[in-house]
């Protein structure tokens, strides 16, 4: 990494990959191997520039960016570019706001907020009329539409009805099976503004980026951001590409957006999981900020639309993935939920993504027409999780520490009905007589030699009501595995005792 600051270029044309604060649950060695991935795709002529951040849920850990972002500087966090159809996560939450005001449901169909829509003949006489939510999830049946739809940004609204009164192509009927499509997040912009009484984009301003201070966040160049120049390759060389203005297409993916801006973007939206799970403090940062919910940022990363047989797009890998609100779900099976979203326009590429157990995320730019750059902000991603800490244990109730208590005195005291009765859920004598659980446990104590009164020597959760714990014992160790019901009074409605050897010492 280099130490030029963030507003000179350094001798390599590098801008420097500093930390905003220490960056102290991240080591250094992984920063720097982040910042040496995205220097060399500018060295391999990969695009003209390339800019990066790392955030986690207190803010951004660190950035970088290499090249020429076409003023012969290097990029830095501030420097803006086009984020394309990470806009749509935008969009969605402005459509969620709108819903949580009750001034629509996501169940409406869309001919009730474009009259035009009417025109458009369904593929098949019992198909729906596509809904806000099949909008919302990719589902509403239209063709996977990039090429024709990154040229559409500066679109009238006139001009748009005329399209759709000339007629669309179906796929799929509405609510059968996921294909990305920016058309239906074109009419999504058209929905925000006919409910708000507001232009699309003065809407998600006011009423998203402004609270949160994205004011280097806008769907034109933003005021007192350096801008980087957009470009594709040529027999020549790089060609630079003119930018395109704002219009009915702008909320598929019409924003520019600067490292520091997106990566707090990706935090709100994370924020919704603070305190949840394994979750921290982080959202207290977020209170009062903006109104959009924690519920409903957290259904946007719901996978609500499951996308089979893998996406073929850039970023996302072929495992269990959907599509939520504007937003990419995929599963992944160390570290559970990522969640994501890609953008490319002419001159640009784009990527967000981030955990959402720790909140740790990276965002990333480049200005060249298929750059890809999602896949160097995978592989930086991938390279975060791997150097982190084990997540903190699943929590567990108070509840079912209670109920931990009440079946080791249970064990210890013989199985006796009465007490059995006041520990577990009628169920547990129906499912298993207690007469035989009796036996059991005498058998599984006197082969283990277990030590009740000793502390458990190990103990595993997989839900904040659910515990497995072994006492040691002289010959083997004692397994004992509890699950609460859902009803209040924290009853046992599983329980299971067995016998297991112990370690080799």
Same mark, same amino acid.
């Given at each position: 990494?280099?130490?030029?600051?963030?507003?000179?270029?350094?001798? =390599?044309?590098?801008?420097?990959?500093?930390?905003?604060?220490?960056?102290?649950?991240?080591?250094?060695?992984?920063?720097?191997?982040?910042?040496?991935?995205?220097? $060399?795709?500018?060295?391999?002529?990969?695009?003209?520039?390339?800019?990066?951040?790392?955030?986690?849920?207190?803010?951004?850990?660190?950035?970088?960016?290499?090249?020429?972002?076409?003023?012969?500087?290097?990029?830095? $966090?501030?420097?803006?570019?086009?984020?394309?159809?990470?806009?749509?996560?935008?969009?969605?939450?402005?459509?969620?706001?709108?819903?949580?005001?009750?001034?629509?449901?996501?169940?409406?169909?869309?001919?009730?907020?474009?009259?035009?829509?009417?025109?458009?003949?369904?593929?098949?006489? =019992?198909?729906?009329?596509?809904?806000?939510?099949?909008?919302?999830?990719?589902?509403?049946?239209?063709?996977?539409? =990039?090429?024709?739809?990154?040229? $559409?940004?500066?679109?009238?609204?006139?001009?748009?009805?005329?399209?759709?009164?000339?007629?669309?192509?179906?796929?799929?009927?509405?609510?059968?099976?996921? /294909?990305?499509?920016?058309?239906?997040?074109?009419?999504?912009?058209?929905?925000?503004?006919?409910?708000?009484?507001?232009?699309?984009?003065?809407?998600?301003?006011?009423?998203?980026?402004?609270?949160?201070?994205?004011?280097?966040?806008?769907?034109? /160049?933003?005021?007192?951001?350096?801008?980087?120049?957009?470009?594709?390759?040529?027999?020549?060389?790089?060609?630079?590409?003119?930018?395109?203005?704002?219009?009915?297409?702008?909320?598929?993916?019409?924003?520019?957006?600067?490292?520091?801006?997106?990566?707090?973007?990706?935090?709100?939206?994370?924020?919704?999981?603070?305190?949840?799970?394994?979750?921290?403090?982080?959202?207290?940062?977020?209170?009062?900020?903006?109104?959009?919910?924690?519920?409903?940022?957290?259904?946007?990363?719901?996978?609500?639309?499951?996308?089979?047989?893998?996406?073929?797009?850039?970023?996302?890998?072929?495992?269990?993935?959907?599509?939520?609100?504007?937003?990419?779900?995929?599963?992944?099976?160390?570290?559970?939920?990522?969640?994501?979203?890609?953008?490319?326009?002419?001159?640009?590429?784009?990527?967000?993504?981030?955990?959402?157990?720790?909140?740790?995320?990276?965002?990333?730019?480049?200005?060249?027409?298929?750059?890809?750059?999602?896949? /160097?902000?995978?592989?930086?991603?991938?390279?975060?999780?791997?150097?982190?800490?084990?997540?903190?244990?699943?929590?567990?109730?108070?509840?079912?520490?209670?109920?931990?208590?009440?079946?080791?005195?249970?064990?210890?005291?013989?199985?006796? =009905?009465?007490?059995?009765?006041?520990?577990?859920?009628?169920?547990?004598?129906?499912?298993?007589?207690?007469?035989?659980?009796?036996?059991?446990?005498?058998?599984?104590?006197?082969?283990?030699?277990?030590?009740?009164?000793?502390?458990?020597?190990?103990?595993?959760?997989?839900?904040?009501?659910?515990?497995?714990?072994?006492?040691?014992?002289?010959?083997?160790?004692?397994?004992?595995?509890?699950?609460?019901?859902?009803?209040?009074?924290?009853?046992? $409605?599983?329980?299971?005792?067995?016998?297991?050897?112990?370690?080799?010492?």
């Amino acid at each position: 990494m280099t130490s030029a600051s963030s507003s000179d270029a350094a001798p =390599d044309n590098a801008a420097s990959a500093r930390a905003p604060r220490p960056a102290d649950r991240i080591p250094a060695d992984v920063l720097s191997r982040i910042d040496d991935l995205f220097r $060399q795709r500018v060295e391999r002529g990969v695009a003209p520039s390339s800019a990066w951040g790392v955030f986690d849920r207190q803010g951004l850990v660190a950035s970088g960016g290499h090249g020429d972002r076409g003023d012969g500087r290097a990029p830095d $966090q501030d420097t803006a570019y086009r984020i394309a159809s990470c806009t749509k996560s935008v969009t969605a939450a402005a459509l969620l706001l709108l819903a949580e005001r009750g001034l629509l449901d996501l169940d409406d169909p869309v001919t009730a907020f474009v009259p035009a829509f009417a025109s458009v003949a369904l593929p098949r006489p =019992d198909a729906p009329v596509p809904t806000l939510r099949m909008l919302l999830t990719m589902s509403a049946g239209f063709p996977t539409d =990039d090429p024709w739809a990154d040229r $559409q940004e500066s679109l009238s609204d006139d001009a748009f009805d005329g399209v759709l009164r000339g007629g669309l192509l179906f796929d799929r009927v509405p609510g059968t099976g996921f /294909a990305y499509s920016n058309l239906g997040y074109a009419l999504l912009g058209r929905v925000v503004a006919r409910v708000s009484g507001r232009p699309y984009q003065r809407f998600a301003t006011e009423e998203l980026l402004d609270p949160l201070g994205l004011t280097r966040t806008a769907f034109t /160049a933003p005021d007192g951001a350096a801008l980087a120049s957009g470009y594709r390759s040529g027999p020549d060389g790089w060609e630079r590409l003119p930018f395109t203005g704002p219009g009915a297409f702008s909320s598929i993916g019409g924003l520019f957006s600067t490292v520091t801006d997106l990566a707090a973007w990706a935090r709100f939206l994370a924020a919704a999981f603070d305190g949840i799970g394994v979750g921290t403090t982080g959202a207290a940062a977020w209170s009062g900020s903006a109104s959009l919910s924690a519920a409903d940022r957290r259904a946007m990363q719901q996978a609500s639309r499951t996308i089979s047989g893998g996406t073929g797009l850039p970023g996302l890998r072929d495992r269990p993935a959907g599509y939520g609100f504007g937003l990419f779900v995929e599963q992944d099976p160390v570290v559970g939920t990522i969640v994501s979203h890609s953008g490319g326009y002419p001159g640009f590429s784009a990527h967000m993504r981030w955990s959402t157990a720790d909140g740790v995320g990276v965002v990333a730019f480049e200005n060249a027409t298929g750059a890809r750059v999602p896949m /160097a902000a995978t592989e930086a991603h991938d390279l975060l999780l791997s150097a982190r800490p084990a997540p903190p244990a699943v929590p567990v109730l108070d509840v079912t520490r209670r109920a931990q208590a009440a079946v080791t005195r249970l064990l210890a005291d013989g199985f006796p =009905d009465d007490l059995a009765d006041a520990v577990c859920t009628p169920n547990v004598a129906m499912d298993v007589p207690y007469e035989r659980r009796r036996a059991a446990v005498r058998e599984a104590l006197s082969a283990s030699g277990a030590d009740l009164a000793a502390r458990p020597v190990r103990e595993e959760t997989r839900s904040p009501t659910h515990l497995v714990w072994w006492h040691p014992g002289t010959t083997g160790l004692l397994r004992v595995e509890i699950r609460l019901a859902p009803i209040a009074a924290g009853l046992v $409605q599983t329980l299971t005792v067995r016998v297991e050897d112990a370690p080799p010492v």
